[in-house]
């Protein structure tokens, strides 16, 4: 039990910096009028309008790969906590077949704010 509830706190850690990272990536997506496109290879690229310097355009792509950066570690490691979680919490059910699941409710936001994620893939 103690091995879920590091994982469930984790989580709960970790959630509100995701929100964070992609809030900060559409808000500079936004405010700067720029499509973010990422090739079938994984290659991410910005669209930026005729009139943005070419020196703003570079610090611009330099700074959303390290917000996307961070939001695709951070994507990754929640994927895997709430696998072990559930893998977890699947076993509590077994042995107790009334246990309330304590992962759905943050899955569904973790899921949401993925949705957000104005990254055109």
């Known amino acids: ?71 695709e570690s951070h994507n990754i490691t929640i994927t895997d906590l709430f696998e072990r979680g559930f893998n977890i919490e699947n076993k509590l059910k077994s042995d107790n077949g009334n246990k309330i699941s304590e992962l759905i409710n943050k899955k569904a936001e973790f899921n949401n704010l993925r949705n957000s994620y104005r990254h055109i893939r």
Request: aromatic fraction near 6%; charge should be negative.
């Open 1 to 71: 039990m103690s091995e879920f509830m590091e994982i469930v706190d984790q989580i709960d850690a970790l959630i509100p910096q995701f929100a964070g990272f992609i809030d900060q990536f559409n808000t500079l997506v936004i405010q700067k009028s720029i499509n973010v496109i990422t090739d079938s290879c994984g290659n991410m690229s910005i669209d930026v309008p005729n009139n943005m310097p070419s020196k703003e355009a570079d610090n611009l792509s330099k700074r959303i790969s390290i917000i996307d950066s961070l939001i």
